[in-house]
């Protein structure tokens, strides 16, 4: 039976790209969550003003890929250690976040989170913040896929790009 798992981590359109890659996931969408105003659109997530982050909703097979290991491309995919920012995005939309389904997954990631905090890997403390999940709102058609409707596999340019 397939569940879901909700992960922000920066702008979404390079997140729901990585989850997409990952053997066991059968669906992402992208969208807002953990604001208070129903039904927001991009403009008003961008406005700072409803509290939302720009997240992927994964839908996955269990018996393919287990949560932890959602998790461990959540980590590898951002730096968790920056509060509303990542690289050049600002702002709380981009907000590093774990919303979770069930108490299961809520142990799983606050466990995941400290070991990576005791790692080292990081100078500065693990920002992320781990939450129930709360109503997803699905984001506009054309945020959906981004980068694979523009023939790019990320956000960030390829050196040739960048000249």
């Not at 980590?75 to 690289?87: E, I, L, M, S």
């Not at 905090?117 to 100078?123: F, I, N, V």
Request: proline share 4%; charged share 25%.
């Amino acid at each position: 039976m397939e569940k879901k798992a909700t992960f922000g981590a920066g702008c979404f359109w390079g997140v729901e790209a990585a989850f997409r890659q990952l053997e066991g996931v059968t669906a992402t969408e992208v969208g807002y969550e953990g604001g208070t105003l129903e039904n927001p659109t991009y403009e008003d997530v961008c406005s700072h003003t409803t509290g939302h982050a720009e997240v992927v909703q994964v839908t996955y097979d269990p018996e393919r890929i287990s949560y932890e290991q959602l998790l461990d491309a959540f980590w590898a995919k951002h730096d968790p250690t920056q509060v509303n920012r990542q690289g050049w995005d600002v702002g709380d939309q981009y907000r590093s976040v774990v919303f979770f389904h069930d108490e299961e997954q809520r142990a799983a990631a606050e466990g995941s989170k400290a070991q990576l905090d005791a790692s080292g890997r990081y100078k500065r403390p693990i920002a992320t913040v781990i939450e129930p999940a709360q109503t997803f709102y699905v984001a506009e058609d054309y945020h959906q896929r981004y980068l694979e409707k523009q023939g790019r596999a990320s956000c960030t340019p390829a050196l040739a790009e960048a000249g």
